[in-house]
């Protein structure tokens, strides 16, 4: 092994409506389990004991629950899993049942024995910021994240809505931009201002001026 950590590719996975397990109930589940939920997760949550908060998502109805150990098969159907016990072997259990069920599994605080690690991110409406330091220091990826959640406003996701408005109308007069006139055309030191003063109209004429 040589005891080089694995290196990750790195992908946005879309698990909208789709079953995720997590299995453990106290404060990192929760983490993982609120994260799911903001995006649009099925959670299934497999533990004897519950956080408060967890407690009252399963009231609302946001998770489903099942208030007992994990047993073998019962990641069958998920599409991912988390391993969020205080128990390892139960982890590296979890980890080795999803290999067996062709389900990734994440094993927190122990990325050799995971499939996937979950990045630091944050959310700018549809601009999605992850920061991973491989699995190495997850203190240093929370550090870049939260200097770049004081400098990425959201300004960014009306950028965003405002590209995507401008790619519609020049897709239906018949103009396709090159990737390169959209780089030229993304002046963000007059755009973002704009933005932040509500001033779309104004920024939606610049970039088409730009790109026509």
């Not at 983490?31 to 399963?58: C, P």
């Not at 990045?119 to 200097?147: W, Y």
């Not at 406003?153 to 897709?171: F, I």
């Not at 018949?174 to 755009?191: R, V």
Request: charged fraction near 25%; charge should be negative; include cysteine.
């Amino acid at each position: 092994m040589g005891g080089k950590m694995a290196s990750y590719y790195p992908i946005f996975l879309n698990v909208n409506n789709r079953l995720c397990v997590v299995v453990g109930g106290g404060d990192v589940a929760e983490r993982k389990v609120k994260t799911l939920i903001e995006q649009g997760a099925q959670v299934m949550l497999i533990s004897q004991y519950l956080t408060k908060e967890l407690e009252g998502l399963a009231r609302q109805g946001a998770i489903q629950v099942m208030l007992r150990d994990y047993r073998p098969g019962d990641l069958m159907g998920a599409v991912i899993a988390v391993a969020a016990t205080d128990n390892s072997q139960v982890n590296h259990q979890i980890a080795e049942d999803g290999r067996q069920w062709g389900v990734l599994v994440n094993v927190v605080d122990d990325p050799e024995a995971s499939d996937f690690i979950m990045p630091s991110q944050f959310c700018r409406g549809d601009v999605v910021i992850a920061i991973s330091t491989g699995g190495h220091s997850p203190a240093l990826a929370r550090k870049i994240r939260m200097e770049l959640e004081s400098y990425i406003g959201p300004e960014y996701d009306s950028l965003v809505q405002l590209l995507s408005q401008v790619r519609a109308e020049l897709k239906k007069s018949g103009s396709s931009p090159t990737g390169d006139a959209w780089q030229k055309a993304l002046d963000l030191e007059t755009l973002l201002p704009l933005l932040r003063a509500g001033r779309v109209e104004e920024a939606r004429k610049i970039l088409l001026d730009k790109l026509t």
